[in-house]
C-alpha cells in the first residue's frame, strides 16, 4: 500500500487482515499520545521494571535491572526504536488492553485488534493473536504524517520515534539517501515494514506485508526493490 504525498491517489494490492507481528506497536503507541492529549496520563511520568515485566525476543530492556526506573516516554520509545518486547508489555499494562482496542475500534482500523501480549504463548496456544492489514497501517502513518493522528505536538514525537527504529534492514537499506520513519515486524513465516519515506519532492507512505513464505531473505530483497520503485521510479 503507497500514498504519495502530492496525489489523492491511493495504491493496494491484496490488503487483507493478516498477523500484525510488532506493527501493533504503532496502534498501542497513538492509543497513549491521545490519552495524553487528553490530559488522562503523562508521557512523562515514572515507571519501575519489575521482574515480572521481562519477556524475551526483541528488545533491551528486559537486560536492565529490577527496579529500574524510567518514563513512559521511554519505555514508549524502546518499543519503537528497538521494538522492545518487555517495553511494549509494561505499556499495555499502563492503560489495558481494552483501552488499546477502544482506540482502534473508535478510529476505524477494522482489521486491526490487540489480544494478546508479546511472547505471551499461552495466549498463542489459545488461538489469540494480534491483526492489521496494509490499509489500516497505512491509514495510521499517514494520520501521523500529516499530523491529524493526535495532535500535531504528540504526532511529531510518534514521528520522532519512528526515524529512530534500529531495524534498518529493509525500507533503510533500500534507500540510504532518504530519511524514514517506519516500523518492521517480524514472525515465522511473516515480515512487514512500513511507515513515511521522505524523499527530495515527495514523501510517500509505504506498508508491505508478507506472509506464508520460506526464505526471509528473499522476501526482504524483494520489498527493499519495491521501495526503490516506489520512491525512485515514480
Known amino acids: 500500500l503507497a500514498y504519495p504525498k502530492r496525489s489523492s491517489e491511493v495504491y493496494t494490492y491484496n490488503s487483507i487482515q493478516m498477523r500484525s507481528a510488532s506493527m501493533i506497536k504503532v496502534f498501542i503507541l497513538a492509543a497513549v499520545m491521545e490519552k495524553a492529549s487528553h490530559g488522562e496520563i503523562d508521557i512523562d511520568e515514572t515507571i519501575t521494571l519489575k521482574s515480572s515485566d521481562k519477556v524475551g525476543g526483541a528488545g533491551i530492556l528486559g537486560g536492565y535491572s529490577t527496579g529500574t526506573e524510567l518514563s513512559l516516554r521511554e519505555v514508549m520509545k524502546l518499543m519503537i526504536t528497538h521494538s522492545d ?37 499461552d495466549a498463542i496456544d489459545a488461538g ?20 491529524k493522528c493526535v495532535n500535531p505536538k504528540y504526532d511529531e514525537i510518534m514521528i520522532d520515534f519512528l526515524k529512530g527504529q534500529t531495524d534498518d534492514e529493509c525500507f533503510e537499506t533500500a534507500l540510504p539517501d532518504k530519511i524514514v520513519a517506519d516500523k518492521t515486524g517480524a514472525l515465522i513465516g511473516m515480515f ?35 521501495a526503490q520503485y516506489v520512491v525512485y521510479d515514480n
Not at 481494552?98 to 504463548?121: F, W
Not at 524523499?199 to 506464508?212: C, H, K, M, P, Q
Open 192 to 226: 512487514a515494514d512500513g511507515g513515511i519515506i521522505y524523499g527530495d519532492n515527495e514523501d510517500v507512505v509505504l506498508v508491505i506485508i508478507a506472509e506464508n513464505f520460506t526464505g526471509e531473505s528473499t522476501v526482504i530483497n524483494r520489498m527493499k526493490k519495491f
Open 128 to 147: 489469540l493473536e494480534n491483526y492489521s492489514s496494509a490499509k489500516d497501517l497505512g491509514n495510521i502513518f499517514l494520520k501521523i504524517y500529516h499530523h
Open 85 to 121: 518486547n518487555t517495553a511494549t508489555n509494561m505499556v499495555i499494562d499502563r492503560i489495558g488492553m481494552s483501552a488499546v482496542n477502544d482506540y482502534i475500534n473508535r478510529n476505524g482500523y477494522r482489521d486491526t485488534i490487540l489480544q494478546r501480549k508479546m511472547m505471551d504463548y
